[in-house]
Protein backbone atom coordinates (compact mmCIF):
# COMPACT_ATOMS: atom_id res chain seq x y z
CA UNK A 1 0.00 0.00 0.00
CA UNK A 2 1.11 3.44 -1.12
CA UNK A 3 1.86 5.95 1.90
CA UNK A 4 -0.02 8.97 2.22
CA UNK A 5 2.08 12.15 1.09
CA UNK A 6 -0.44 14.25 2.75
CA UNK A 7 -3.72 14.47 4.36
CA UNK A 8 -4.88 17.76 4.27
CA UNK A 9 -3.52 18.67 0.65
CA UNK A 10 -3.01 22.42 1.63
CA UNK A 11 -1.37 22.94 5.44
CA UNK A 12 2.31 22.50 6.21
CA UNK A 13 1.90 19.18 8.11
CA UNK A 14 4.29 18.07 10.25
CA UNK A 15 4.46 13.90 10.74
CA UNK A 16 5.22 13.00 14.38
CA UNK A 17 5.98 9.38 16.03
CA UNK A 18 7.99 8.05 19.21
CA UNK A 19 9.80 4.30 20.04
CA UNK A 20 10.54 2.87 22.95
CA UNK A 21 7.62 3.37 24.81
CA UNK A 22 7.70 -0.41 25.88
CA UNK A 23 11.24 -0.76 26.62
CA UNK A 24 12.73 -1.41 30.42
CA UNK A 25 15.53 0.67 30.13
CA UNK A 26 16.90 3.72 27.90
CA UNK A 27 15.01 6.87 26.93
CA UNK A 28 11.64 7.23 24.71
CA UNK A 29 12.40 9.30 21.44
CA UNK A 30 10.43 10.98 19.08
CA UNK A 31 10.71 12.88 15.84
CA UNK A 32 9.05 15.04 13.77
CA UNK A 33 9.35 15.38 9.74
CA UNK A 34 8.23 18.05 7.24
CA UNK A 35 8.60 16.54 3.99
CA UNK A 36 9.18 18.53 0.89
CA UNK A 37 6.92 17.98 -2.38
CA UNK A 38 9.36 16.23 -4.16
CA UNK A 39 10.17 13.75 -1.71
CA UNK A 40 10.03 10.41 -3.29
CA UNK A 41 11.23 7.21 -1.75
CA UNK A 42 8.75 4.07 -2.24
CA UNK A 43 10.85 2.06 0.31
CA UNK A 44 10.09 4.31 3.23
CA UNK A 45 7.47 2.13 5.77
CA UNK A 46 6.84 1.52 9.24
CA UNK A 47 9.88 1.50 10.76
CA UNK A 48 8.86 -2.39 12.43
CA UNK A 49 8.81 -3.40 8.94
CA UNK A 50 12.39 -2.19 7.73
CA UNK A 51 15.84 -4.32 7.83
CA UNK A 52 18.34 -2.27 10.23
CA UNK A 53 20.13 -2.30 7.34
CA UNK A 54 17.49 -0.27 4.86
CA UNK A 55 16.74 2.11 7.94
CA UNK A 56 20.04 3.26 8.24
CA UNK A 57 20.21 3.75 4.12
CA UNK A 58 16.62 5.47 4.40
CA UNK A 59 17.72 7.36 7.48
CA UNK A 60 20.17 9.32 5.27
CA UNK A 61 18.25 10.15 2.30
CA UNK A 62 15.21 11.00 4.72
CA UNK A 63 17.62 13.99 6.41
CA UNK A 64 19.36 15.46 3.16
CA UNK A 65 15.51 15.06 1.20
CA UNK A 66 13.07 16.55 3.39
CA UNK A 67 12.23 20.57 4.57
CA UNK A 68 12.73 19.91 8.06
CA UNK A 69 13.00 17.03 10.68
CA UNK A 70 14.04 16.88 14.31
CA UNK A 71 14.55 14.59 17.04
CA UNK A 72 14.03 14.54 20.85
CA UNK A 73 14.21 12.00 23.54
CA UNK A 74 13.17 12.07 27.17
CA UNK A 75 15.35 10.22 29.80
CA UNK A 76 14.18 6.86 32.07
CA UNK A 77 14.66 9.64 35.10
CA UNK A 78 11.97 11.71 33.19
CA UNK A 79 9.87 8.94 32.17
CA UNK A 80 9.47 7.56 35.84
CA UNK A 81 8.43 10.83 37.11
CA UNK A 82 5.70 11.91 34.28
CA UNK A 83 5.01 8.08 33.47
CA UNK A 84 5.72 7.03 29.63
CA UNK A 85 2.68 8.20 27.74
CA UNK A 86 3.36 12.11 29.10
CA UNK A 87 7.07 11.21 28.34
CA UNK A 88 6.07 9.98 24.71
CA UNK A 89 3.88 13.25 24.34
CA UNK A 90 6.42 15.74 25.78
CA UNK A 91 9.43 13.74 23.63
CA UNK A 92 7.36 14.79 21.00
CA UNK A 93 6.71 18.67 21.52
CA UNK A 94 10.25 18.65 22.29
CA UNK A 95 11.23 17.45 18.88
CA UNK A 96 8.18 20.28 17.02
CA UNK A 97 10.21 22.91 19.55
CA UNK A 98 12.80 22.02 17.38
CA UNK A 99 11.60 22.38 14.23
CA UNK A 100 12.80 25.65 11.81
CA UNK A 101 9.34 25.57 10.19
CA UNK A 102 6.33 26.25 12.00
CA UNK A 103 3.72 23.67 11.17
CA UNK A 104 0.19 23.99 10.53
CA UNK A 105 -1.42 20.22 10.91
CA UNK A 106 0.35 17.93 13.08
CA UNK A 107 -0.15 14.14 12.51
CA UNK A 108 0.38 12.22 15.12
CA UNK A 109 0.82 8.18 15.31
CA UNK A 110 -1.41 6.52 17.40
CA UNK A 111 -4.87 7.79 19.18
CA UNK A 112 -4.10 10.08 21.40
CA UNK A 113 -1.86 13.40 22.24
CA UNK A 114 -1.25 16.49 24.22
CA UNK A 115 -1.96 19.31 21.85
CA UNK A 116 0.92 21.71 20.82
CA UNK A 117 1.31 25.29 20.98
CA UNK A 118 -2.66 25.60 18.85
CA UNK A 119 -1.48 24.01 16.40
CA UNK A 120 -4.20 21.06 15.08
CA UNK A 121 -3.60 17.83 15.34
CA UNK A 122 -4.77 14.60 13.96
CA UNK A 123 -4.26 11.31 15.37
CA UNK A 124 -4.05 8.79 12.96
CA UNK A 125 -3.97 4.60 14.45
CA UNK A 126 -0.73 2.53 12.89
CA UNK A 127 -0.12 6.22 11.35
CA UNK A 128 3.61 4.67 10.53
CA UNK A 129 2.03 2.44 7.82
CA UNK A 130 -0.44 4.89 6.63
CA UNK A 131 1.28 8.43 6.29
CA UNK A 132 4.55 8.96 4.77
CA UNK A 133 5.66 11.54 7.23
CA UNK A 134 5.08 9.76 9.95
CA UNK A 135 6.56 6.73 8.36
CA UNK A 136 10.46 9.08 7.73
CA UNK A 137 9.57 10.17 11.91
CA UNK A 138 9.23 6.35 13.02
CA UNK A 139 12.58 5.68 11.33
CA UNK A 140 14.87 8.93 12.09
CA UNK A 141 13.35 7.96 16.21
CA UNK A 142 13.86 4.07 15.59
CA UNK A 143 17.67 4.80 14.19
CA UNK A 144 18.44 7.40 16.58
CA UNK A 145 17.20 5.00 19.63
CA UNK A 146 18.88 2.04 18.09
CA UNK A 147 22.37 3.75 17.87
CA UNK A 148 21.91 4.79 21.59
CA UNK A 149 21.18 1.13 22.88
CA UNK A 150 24.12 0.00 21.12
CA UNK A 151 26.49 2.61 22.52
CA UNK A 152 24.95 1.58 26.08
CA UNK A 153 25.54 -1.69 25.05
CA UNK A 154 29.24 -1.10 25.74
CA UNK A 155 29.01 -0.06 28.73
CA UNK A 156 26.82 -3.50 30.29
CA UNK A 157 27.28 -6.14 27.92
CA UNK A 158 25.06 -8.14 30.03
CA UNK A 159 21.92 -7.11 28.83
CA UNK A 160 22.07 -7.53 24.96
CA UNK A 161 21.07 -4.05 24.45
CA UNK A 162 22.78 -4.35 20.97
CA UNK A 163 20.34 -6.99 19.95
CA UNK A 164 16.89 -6.03 21.92
CA UNK A 165 17.46 -2.81 22.03
CA UNK A 166 16.29 -2.26 25.79
CA UNK A 167 12.86 -4.86 25.06
CA UNK A 168 12.22 -7.05 27.68
CA UNK A 169 13.68 -10.53 25.89
CA UNK A 170 14.86 -13.66 27.95
CA UNK A 171 17.82 -12.56 27.86
CA UNK A 172 17.25 -9.38 28.86
CA UNK A 173 14.80 -10.50 31.77
CA UNK A 174 17.66 -12.86 32.90
CA UNK A 175 20.07 -10.33 33.36
CA UNK A 176 17.90 -8.56 35.30
CA UNK A 177 17.79 -10.90 37.58
CA UNK A 178 20.82 -11.67 37.82
CA UNK A 179 23.05 -8.26 37.89
CA UNK A 180 19.99 -6.17 38.66
CA UNK A 181 19.08 -3.06 36.81
CA UNK A 182 21.13 -0.51 35.73
CA UNK A 183 20.89 3.63 35.96
CA UNK A 184 19.39 3.48 32.42
CA UNK A 185 16.56 0.92 33.54
CA UNK A 186 13.08 2.46 34.01
CA UNK A 187 12.16 1.99 38.18
CA UNK A 188 8.31 2.47 37.59
CA UNK A 189 8.78 -0.19 34.98
CA UNK A 190 8.29 -3.95 36.03
CA UNK A 191 11.89 -5.07 36.37
CA UNK A 192 11.47 -8.45 37.94
CA UNK A 193 10.40 -11.50 36.13
CA UNK A 194 9.47 -14.43 38.20
Not at 19 to 45: S, Y
Not at 89 to 104: G, N
Request: proline residues 4%.
Amino acid sequence: MELLKTVSGKFIEAGCDEVGRGCLCGPVVAAAVILDENFNQNLVNDSKKLTFKTRLELDFYIKENVKDFAIAERSPAHIDEFNILNSSFHAMHLALDQLKIRPELLLIDGNRFHPYHYIPHQCIIKGDSKILSIACASILAKNYRDQMMIQLHEEFPEYGWNKNMGYATKQHREALIKFGPTIHHRQSFRLKYD
